[in-house]
């Protein structure tokens, strides 16, 4: 077991030297100035002969990008994330303050869109052709073809707006941290971006479970006189996990890309509401530093999930 995860872990090295690359050239690739773009339009005629070039000049920016990239990768080694061109504070304090947030966000998302699928799934699976399953079906088509912020501007306006039963904006209605108003803050966004991930889960258990109970050893299972609870519980959920794993770790990279959309929606103050202003201001800096951490995030749940691959299957980590 230690082996396999150690292999695992040394691939996953050259991959985070991969995403800095990558996310150094894409950022720097994206049309638009910083300087100009913390600039007045209307002021660019009347300035100084040379103003612009001297701000780049400040930045680093006057230098080619292989410079730029192998002074921010040094940066990278040591930790630093490097500093926002326009206010200099520190890109990884500002990620840090705005990270909790969007952690609390997706990973309430994660938790209700994978336990609600998979029971929504195994339902529709041991209840195959009944009027259950072909409602889950619908729903989980449902909930994978319209986007999440259509959801977000229905629940806005009858939940938010016409019942007011839930809260429009924010992480708390009073400046004094509180669980219970965090907690009621939370329910909408979360449960609005768990859809996807909830409906993509749901069939993808149908889907799985419906292999393992028609496998011979399902039938072995329960000519030994297992009880239905223990033969779906112990032998077929088990057996199933390995897809739901994948989709699970297949679907963070979305999980957080709907983050965006939705703390935007619903002013929750999160990473996603920091890489829109980021965005605008053509902050490199910033986007780079965000896009990284996301990026090693994703990795590292890949990581995790090829760990819980070794558990949930031996084969795997002797194979």
């Known amino acids: 077991?230690?082996?396999?995860?150690?292999?695992?872990?040394?691939?996953?090295?050259?991959?985070?030297?991969?995403?800095s690359l990558v996310t150094f050239v894409v950022s720097n690739l994206a049309p638009g100035d910083p300087v100009t773009a913390m600039v007045d339009p209307n002021t660019i005629a009347v300035m100084p002969k040379g103003y612009l070039e001297q701000?780049?000049?400040?930045?680093?920016?006057?230098?080619?990008?292989?410079?730029?990239?192998?002074?921010?990768?040094?940066?990278?080694?040591?930790?630093?994330?490097g500093y926002s061109y326009f206010n200099g504070i520190s890109v990884a304090e500002r990620i840090r303050i705005r990270a909790l947030p969007t952690l609390e966000l997706a990973g309430a998302a994660l938790v209700i869109g994978t336990v609600l699928g998979v029971v929504f799934g195994v339902v529709a699976a041991l209840r195959q052709y009944s009027i259950y399953d072909y409602v889950l079906t619908f729903l989980s088509l449902f909930g994978l073809a319209?986007?999440?912020?259509?959801?977000?501007?229905?629940?806005?306006?009858?939940?938010?707006?016409?019942?007011?039963?839930?809260?429009?904006?924010?992480?708390?209605?009073?400046?004094?941290?509180?669980l219970l108003d965090n907690l009621y803050h939370l329910v909408l966004p979360a449960s609005i971006l768990s859809i996807e991930l909830m409906a993509g889960t749901a069939r993808y258990a149908r889907t799985a479970m419906l292999e393992v109970l028609d496998s011979d050893y399902m039938n072995t299972a329960r000519a030994k006189g297992l009880s239905e609870f223990v033969v779906v519980g112990r032998h077929a959920f088990r057996n199933a996990l390995l897809p739901l794993i994948t989709v699970t770790s297949l679907r963070l990279p979305f999980l957080f890309g709907g983050a965006i959309i939705i703390e935007f929606m619903f002013a929750w103050p999160g990473m996603g509401r920091l890489a829109i202003s980021a965005i605008e201001a053509r902050d490199y800096s910033v986007l780079m530093g965000l896009t990284f951490v996301v990026a090693v995030v994703v990795l590292i749940s890949n990581l995790l999930a090829d760990v819980l691959y070794a558990c949930t299957d031996p084969r795997i980590r002797t194979g």
């Not at 230690?2 to 991969?18: E, N, Q, S, T, W």
């Not at 999440?148 to 004094?176: C, H, N, Q, R, V």
């Open 146 to 178: 319209i986007p999440s912020f259509f959801f977000a501007l229905i629940a806005l306006y009858l939940l938010s707006y016409k019942i007011e039963l839930f809260p429009a904006w924010g992480m708390s209605s009073t400046d004094e941290f509180s």
């Open 55 to 81: 701000r780049r000049q400040q930045l680093g920016l006057d230098k080619p990008m292989s410079v730029r990239y192998v002074l921010w990768l040094g940066q990278l080694v040591r930790g630093n994330l």
């Open 1 to 19: 077991m230690g082996k396999y995860i150690l292999a695992r872990a040394v691939i996953a090295i050259p991959m985070v030297f991969a995403i």
